[in-house]
Nanobody, 127 residues
Framework: QVQLVESGGGLVQAGGSLRLSCVVS????????MGWFRQAPGKEREFVAG????????YQADSVKGRFTISRDNAKDTVYLQMNSLKPEDTAVYYC????????????????????WGQGTQVTVSS
């Protein structure tokens, strides 16, 4: 069965940095796009960043562009989210996800395009 395990969340002051990791097992990691989403209390889950199966293409939401970087290591079946210059509005539970379709030509940005999800990791940014 496919499993995604996130780590790296925590409490940080505004302006600080965190690095989230997500290890995937149970499928051919290198064939699928990967995404990071987040959900704050009372809000819908929103796209944060995505990376193509090859790692050659990345997308970030406008709200995190220039501050967050997504990357992947296909040899380690792991995707990362480096978060710098964190703001209180970044506070949320962060989820990694793996794409529904292999070897796509376009990185999806909507939750329905992702098949499997991790349990989430809490990121709290204090002001």
């Amino acid at each position: 069965q496919v499993q995604l395990v996130e780590s790296g969340g925590g409490l940080v002051q505004a302006g600080g940095s965190l690095r989230l990791s997500c290890v995937v097992s149970g499928r051919t990691f290198s064939a699928y796009d990967m995404g990071w989403f987040r959900q704050a209390p009372g809000k819908e889950r929103e796209f944060v960043a995505g990376i193509s199966w090859s790692g050659g293409t990345t997308y970030q939401a406008d709200s995190v562009k220039g501050r967050f970087t997504i990357s992947r290591d296909n040899a380690k079946d792991t995707v990362y989210l480096q978060m710098n210059s964190l703001k209180p509005e970044d506070t949320a539970v962060y989820y990694c996800s793996t794409g529904r379709v292999p070897l796509t030509t376009r990185v999806p940005t909507i939750p329905d395009a992702y098949a499997y999800w991790g349990q989430g990791t809490q990121v709290t940014v204090s002001s």
